[in-house]
């Protein structure tokens, strides 16, 4: 729909990933990110839910991710002694959407979107507040105006505060906690993206492009990475990691909620629904919202009710990625002694489809 302005709140993942889509359908966008410039961050797994989203909106979308990622074609999960529970076959993705998984750095991806955008992101603009009507409040008192706003501002999200009652508001707090680092060196242990066992949870280790090795361990605020109970190669990747190249996270989920917003704003990624990082999803469902928000916005119509439909187009998506993610997460942190019979009994097609289904391409981006 030409002649309509979007201003973008948070210049990440899902912010630039919806400019870029909006942008090629002739819509103006403005991105105003908070961060003086781009935040620096360590590796994703990126699916073919979230690559045929951006393949939907140009090739030139796709490539752009691909060209900084790493493809793998299969998972595996792994006791701390090496034994393999089991593998999941993903070729069939490559050869029905030529993409399977993808490694990538945070930073790698937001560089690529940024790039292939094609909208220029204003950096050190943060947003304080935003009305119904589409008026956006920025800290330095500058206020600005446009037909729609979305937040893609984030778990923290302003535009969600201003938006939403107080309750809704807020993420449950930290409910994963651990350490993460990028090792130098493939490993040819781990061609594709593999999830250990170990004392504390899971460790998640994915190959990244230029011979590096990205992993994700889950761990209590006190505990170090690698210690006891993991097995060699793990801890071998962890010593392996220089110290500015390792650091703690935490990560916080919210229920999705029926409402994202009101009037001319409505939220996405992070901002609307944050899932635990367990199925490696969020960054991915913040691409599939930016391309359903760009597909409702662009068909013809009034822009608020396209919002609103948009809102209700992907509550029950994101509500299944959300409680497969928290159910992934109990699993993992049970004891050694309970999880690895539990796992061993499930059937490898059930254990593959819970890891799977998300990132499955949803019938609009096939
Ligand atoms: C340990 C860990 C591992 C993960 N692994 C995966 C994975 O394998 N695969 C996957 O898909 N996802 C993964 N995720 C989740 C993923 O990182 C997030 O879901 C994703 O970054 C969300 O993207 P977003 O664009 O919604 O928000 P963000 O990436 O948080 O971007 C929000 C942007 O908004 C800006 N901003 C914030 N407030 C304001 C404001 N007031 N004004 C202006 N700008 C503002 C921020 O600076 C930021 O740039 C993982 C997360 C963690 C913690």
Known sequence: MSGLHVIVVGGGIGGLALAGMLRRSGVEVTVLERAAELRIGLGLTF???????????????????????????QARMETAAGHTVTTIDLSRWRRQYGVAGLGV?????????GEVSGVPVRFGAEVVSVTEDGKVSLADGETLSADVVVGADGVGSAVRKAMLPPGHAE???????????????GSPEFPGFDVVFGPTGV????????ERTYWFMQAPADAPPGGDGWSETVRELVQATPEDLMWRDSARDRAPGRAWGRGR???????????????????CLAVEDAGVLARRLTAAGDPVAALRRYEADRYERVTKTYKRARGLRRMQQLTPALRNP?????????LGRMFTESAEPIAEFR
């Open 265 to 283: 704003v409505t939220l996405l990624g992070d901002a609307a629904h944050p899932v635990l990082p367990t199925v490696g999803q969020g960054a």
């Open 342 to 350: 539990l796992v061993s009994a499930v059937p490898d097609g059930l």
């Open 47 to 73: 699916w073919p839910n979230a690559a045929m989203a951006l393949r939907s909106f140009g090739q030139d979308m796709f490539d752009a991710v691909r060209t900084v990622a790493q493809p793998f074609d």
């Open 105 to 113: 750095t945070h930073s790698d991806l937001v560089r690529a979107l």
């Open 203 to 210: 460790c998640g280790i994915l190959g990244l492009p230029g």
């Open 171 to 185: 993420p449950r707090g930290p409910s994963m906690s651990g350490w993460q680092g990028v090792a130098p060196g």
